[in-house]
């Protein structure tokens, strides 16, 4: 069985682990409890293929952040989280991306998912649709709105992203 590993970034509290641990337990976290590192495996059936997946749910805290670089060289795909529910958590997004592709190389097709948490918060959304088709479009990366809670379009996240290993 071929084995990928994923690195999943965003800023603190935006939903990283409870996203990861969705995919992987089908749980919901409620309880916020900030991650320092935790790394996870499962299999995962993508088109009648069956890979290992390995996930690394980092720290959006920004004392951690010096460990980046580290993960970004081991890491083969990404998963860049923000919340719908917090403008400036998509800013961050946006310098991790640039700080993927200046350790991986200005012209590597990196596999990347950009995703939106907590789409079930609907009153407290503060990211537009049109805003993120357009940053997607501008990245060319494939884009996500989802719900750990709900379990919105968790799955699809990462098989689309094994679907990127698997190519390049
Ligand atoms: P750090 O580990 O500190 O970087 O944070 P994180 O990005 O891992 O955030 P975490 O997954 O711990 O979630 C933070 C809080 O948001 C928790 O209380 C979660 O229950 C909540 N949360 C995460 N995803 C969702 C979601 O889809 N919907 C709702 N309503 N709450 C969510
Ligand atoms: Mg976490």
């Known amino acids: 069985m071929r084995e990928f590993n994923a690195v999943v970034f965003g800023a603190g509290g935006v ?12 749980e919901f976290v ?7 590192e935790e ?16 996930v690394l749910d980092t720290a959006g805290a920004e004392q951690f ?8 060289k081991s890491g083969r795909g990404f998963i860049l989280v923000f919340s719908l529910t917090q403008e400036a958590s998509l800013q961050e997004v946006e310098h991790l991306r640039q700080q993927i ?5 200005e012209n590597s097709r990196v596999p990347i998912v950009l995703v939106g948490t907590k789409l079930d918060l609907a009153n ?14 501008r990245w060319g990366v494939p884009f996500y709105e989802t719900s750990a809670k709900r379990d919105w ?16």
Request: charged content about 35%; proline content about 1%; cysteine-free.
């Open 15 to 26: 939903g990283k682990s409870a996203l990861t641990v969705r995919f992987i337990r089908n």
């Open 30 to 36: 409620e309880n916020y409890d900030p991650t320092i």
């Open 39 to 54: 790394e996870y495996r499962r299999t995962i059936e993508v088109d009648g293929e069956l890979s290992w997946l390995e």
């Open 65 to 72: 952040t010096a460990l980046n670089e580290v993960y970004i």
């Open 101 to 105: 592709y200046r350790i991986k190389g």
């Open 124 to 137: 407290e959304r503060e990211v537009e649709r049109a805003a993120l088709e357009d940053i997607a479009a």
């Open 153 to 168: 379009n968790v799955h699809d996240v990462f098989e689309d992203l094994v679907r990127q290993m698997r190519l390049r």
